[in-house]
């Protein structure tokens, strides 16, 4: 008896003639076997049921060895196989038990199975009906009958699905394919057929899958690591595409189009490598033009062109380069609405233009596809601090500088505007009262600007200066009195700002 829950059980429960290897009693007379191979079979049948599968193979490997006319030692070895999932190697032996023993039903039903499923229906269909001719036992007949009638329906699938794909009705034939798989589920041909079918209708991963399930059944299947390779470049994954061409190339060195291709896909992916590591480098002006030769190198393959627009659209806003970086930014929103990347990073360029609004709304679309993205978030945030920020005092716009100006810029701006609207320059009560405002408008700017760890806070919305946005301030520090600016020097190092401010 077979224990239930025992690896002989589960094996049976899948390939039903199975457990006649356990039940099969030793005929030593008829095999012809030895002390020795009796004593490997019986060792392997018990680390079968055990589940050590390499152990019991081993033993049956030993038992072969010692008898080659042992039909039992080929049967059980070829269980052992197709219980590690190596068909491949069960079936030679499943027909070494049939030259040896013709009337070795098991054996025979068994080699139907396989057949059937790698879709070779007519020795399928021949195993099947010379079991039904053997006397069978009642279940053998009843399965043979029952497979018999799934490998018509098999053949007619297949007939219909050939017809599908002539009258290029790819979609009838996916269905019909899809059907037969599910049956003769090792048939190499027939995912490729269906692979072609599916790269018809526009859906190359699904393709991929069966050219990979093909390349796996078929042996130097050169053709599917092709053609995995192309659809991979065409999707714009370089690096699988460049993986499984090196495959094809393993096969066969003198593929003349793998090889081909091999040196395309390898200068793509170089030069998007190299690119990637000068943005991570922060050399954002020469990864900019390793991307554009990206797009020269591949300018067939939209999808190398969206993808490298994308980086320069990201290496022209972390450069501070918001015009450049607003415009390809743009580009690539065009032909992908909702790339979270590029509306992030033309985002940024926006704030850096001052153009509050747009970022608002880059960030609420981005935040849209992607609302666990912490950057996205904080941006939004930052945006919208700057946008009610920008209703007050703005320290950029009193300079009249960008919000990247280099501290060299500034000074240079305030000096000249601090000469300008100096008080003493106006004889007029009304023009040096608004020039006293301007004044201090101007150096207050300065002194933000100027020093970076007050600059940083102005820059992420909150105005350094400004007692309401700090926590437990005082009155407003912009009420100093003009006596607090007079007697400084617009052109010397410090400026006004080592005075002292009077708060009101």
Not at 443 to 451: G, I, M, P, T
């Amino acid at each position: 008896m077979v224990a239930p829950g025992s690896v002989t059980s589960r094996l049976g429960s899948v390939f039903p003639f199975l457990l006649v290897l356990v039940d099969l009693q030793y005929e030593g007379a008829e095999c012809g076997v030895n002390a020795d191979v009796e004593k490997h079979l019986e060792l392997g049948k018990k680390l079968l049921a055990a589940g050590q599968l390499a152990d019991a193979l081993s033993q049956f490997h030993a038992a072969v060895d010692g008898d080659p006319d042992n039909y039992i030692a080929y049967y059980r070895r070829a269980t052992v196989f197709l219980a590690m999932g190596k068909s491949k190697a069960a079936l030679p032996d499943l027909t070494k038990v049939i030259e040896l023993k013709m009337d070795f039903t098991a054996a025979r039903l068994q080699r139907g199975h396989l057949l059937l499923k790698q879709g070779k229906l007519d020795e399928a269909e021949d195993d099947f009906k010379k079991v039904l001719k053997s006397n069978p036992s009642e279940n053998e007949e009843k399965e043979a009958q029952l497979q018999l009638v799934k490998s018509d329906e098999m053949q007619r699938l297949r007939s219909q699905a050939l017809d599908a794909f002539k009258n290029s009705d790819h979609s009838a034939a996916i269905t019909f394919l899809d059907k037969i798989l599910e049956v003769c589920v090792w048939d190499a041909e027939l995912r490729e057929l269906r692979a072609e079918c599916f790269i018809k209708e526009g859906e190359p991963r699904k393709a991929i899958s069966d050219l990979k399930a093909a390349s796996k059944l078929k042996n130097d299947n050169t053709e599917a690591f092709y053609k995995i390779s192309t659809l991979y470049y065409q999707l714009g994954d370089h690096e699988l595409s460049l993986s499984e061409v090196r495959e094809c190339l393993k096969l066969d060195q003198d593929h003349k189009r793998c090889f081909a291709h091999y040196k395309q896909v390898k200068k793509l992916n170089k030069l998007i490598e190299s690119a990637e590591e000068l943005i991570r480098d922060g050399r954002y002006t020469d990864a900019t033009s390793k991307y554009e030769s990206v797009i020269k190198t591949e300018p067939s393959v939209s999808e190398y062109t969206i993808r490298s627009k994308e980086r320069i659209c990201h290496c022209f806003s972390k450069d501070e380069k918001p015009v450049e970086a607003i415009r390809v930014c743009s580009e690539v929103l065009q032909m992908e609405p909702d790339n979270v990347n590029a509306l992030k990073d033309r985002a940024e360029a926006y704030l850096i233009e001052e153009m509050y609004d747009e970022a608002i709304q880059d960030y609420e679309t981005a935040q849209e596809h992607n609302e666990n993205d912490q950057q996205i978030r904080e941006g939004l945030e930052k945006a919208q601090r700057l946008l009610k920020q920008s209703q007050k005092r703005d320290y950029y716009k009193i300079l009249g500088v960008k919000r990247n100006a280099k501290k060299q810029e500034i000074i240079k701006a305030y000096r000249k505007l601090a000469l300008q609207w100096h008080p003493d320059n106006f004889q007029n009560e009304e023009e040096k009262k608004k020039a006293e405002k301007k004044f201090i408008d101007i150096a207050a700017a300065k002194e933000v600007l100027s020093d970076p760890e007050m600059r940083k806070k102005f820059d992420d919305g909150e105005d350094p200066l400004d007692a309401e946005s700090q926590q437990g301030g005082g009155g407003s520090p912009f009420h100093r009195s003009w006596n607090s600016w007079q007697g400084f020097n617009p052109f010397s190092s410090g400026g006004p700002f080592r005075f002292k401010f009077h708060f009101n």
